[in-house]
T-cell receptor, first 117, second 112 residues
């Protein structure tokens, strides 16, 4: 039973289209994240939600909009896709949040590879 | 702010060679430190972690010791295998919240 699952695993689309990536975790964690990994494997945090509330919103174009319908799900919608959006997007979850919360690890999904043509 | 600096790759080693991947960090307080591994086509998975100074994390023959005096968490393995070929990420989790900071990743290729 996959702990953090993302769909779709691969997504090929044209510039200008709108697409969504879904993420679900069955670990009972309160905190979920979206990361973007570029072709050089560099990982960049995009968003973090704690119990459905947006906690971290890094400098990301507002074409990217996260949505958390409940604490087990965090979806990512991207409008007007651009070539530079091509990357692997990882969802992750973590069991701890708040002061003194260090020690909790991140659990990653397998990634969603987005290719914009 | 908090950050992680990791040895740049790529690193290519022969099977059974000794591996060291350097990692140093900057943080206020007492962060937790992690090594994650990413095999080709997969997500990141936790390799080992240490939550306080002088702790040693170990798994699958890999080790790293949390050194507060040198702010380091170097990854070592005595004898690498072809199956260890992957990208390795050093990371820290701040103690003021669930913020994670990742290094740039080090690609390791082990040749037979």
């Amino acid at each position: 039973d996959t702990a953090v699952s993302q769909t779709p695993k691969y997504l090929v689309t044209q510039m200008g289209n709108d697409k969504s990536i879904k993420c679900e975790q069955n670990l009972g964690h309160d905190t979920m994240y979206w990361y973007k990994q570029d072709s050089k494997k560099f990982l960049k945090i995009m968003f973090s939600y704690n119990n459905k509330e947006l906690i971290i919103n890094e400098t990301v174009p507002n074409r990217f909009s996260p949505k958390s319908p409940d604490k087990a799900h965090l979806n990512l919608h991207i409008n007007s896709l651009e070539l530079g959006d091509s990357a692997v997007y990882f969802c992750a979850s973590s069991p701890l949040w708040g002061s003194g919360g260090g020690g909790g690890e991140l659990f990653f999904g397998e990634g969603s590879r987005l290719t914009v043509l | 702010g908090d950050s992680v600096t990791q040895m740049e790759g790529p690193v290519t080693l022969s099977e059974e060679a000794f591996l060291t991947i350097n990692c140093t960090y900057t943080a206020t307080g007492y962060p937790s430190l992690f090594w994650y591994v990413q095999y080709p086509g997969e997500g990141l998975q936790l390799l080992l972690k240490a939550t306080k100074a002088d702790d040693k994390g170990s798994n699958k023959g890999f080790e790293a010791t949390y050194r507060k005096e040198t702010t380091s968490f170097h990854l070592e393995k005595g004898s690498v295998q072809v199956s260890d070929s992957a990208v390795y990420f050093c990371a820290l989790s701040s103690n003021t919240g669930n913020q994670f900071y990742f290094g740039t990743g080090t690609s390791l290729t082990v040749i037979p």
